[in-house]
């Protein structure tokens, strides 16, 4: 009875090593899964996602003046349909600068169209750090730029990512462009994902047709350096 009270009493502390030996490494799991997480950097996403599975044809024509002869086919309407889908920039919040800071003005000096412009609004959309420290911004803007060529202003909308070192532009990538002259507009429409993958569409649009200039890619992780 002796022995078996002890064989008990070792297969019970055993059994306890077991359990304490298989939570301490199911902790060091979650632990290192936790800082492998952490240490993944996600983008707040921007845009719509369609944009990278829509076909769009070369070019279709559009009627801007709603005149009764013009000729626009379904396939036109089609192709329009899908760019206005894609068409994001209103629908994008942000906090609006009453003021533009250090930070935010040497952005603007930067950026070749807005340097000549005058910045009507700014807003922030979203803000966060990497693990270096630096810190991405992504900036809205509407402004105006007068040009003799023109008895009007030309209207301008970005959206922006912007990476920040202190108070020092490091690098910026455009993720929406739309540039309004008197009688045509200059879009560029992009996709960001969590993963820092942008997927953009070029337009031109005319008073009678639409051109479809092409699309690119961008790997902002990697222009950035962010591992």
Not at 51 to 70: A, G, I
Not at 177 to 201: A, V
Request: with cysteine.
């Amino acid at each position: 009875m002796k022995m078996y009270r002890i064989l008990l009493g070792l297969f019970s502390i055993i059994s306890c090593q077991k359990n304490i030996d298989l939570h301490l490494q199911n902790n060091s799991s979650d632990n290192e899964k936790s800082k492998n997480e952490d240490s993944t950097y996600l983008f707040k996403t921007i845009g719509v996602g369609s944009l990278k599975n829509y076909n769009f044809p070369k070019e279709w024509r559009v009627n801007t003046y709603d005149d009764e002869n013009s000729q626009v086919k379904k396939e036109d309407l089609d192709a329009q349909k899908r760019l206005e889908e894609i068409d994001y920039f209103n629908t994008i919040k942000g906090v609006k600068n009453e003021v533009l800071n250090v930070n935010y003005s040497s952005f603007i000096k930067k950026d070749s169209v807005l340097n000549l412009a005058k910045v009507d609004s700014l807003f922030v959309i979203d803000s966060r750090k990497t693990l270096n420290n630096k810190e991405i911004k992504i900036f809205k803007t509407v402004a105006t730029l007068n040009n003799d060529q023109y008895d009007s202003p030309i209207n301008i909308y970005k959206i922006d990512l912007v990476l920040f070192n202190k108070n020092n532009v490091v690098n910026s990538i455009n993720i929406y462009s739309e540039i309004d002259f008197p009688y045509s507009t200059k879009q560029n429409i992009c996709y960001l994902d969590e993963t820092g993958q942008l997927f953009c569409r070029k337009f031109s649009i005319g008073e009678e047709k639409v051109i479809n200039s092409g699309s690119y890619k961008v790997d902002s992780k990697k222009l950035f350096n962010i591992k």
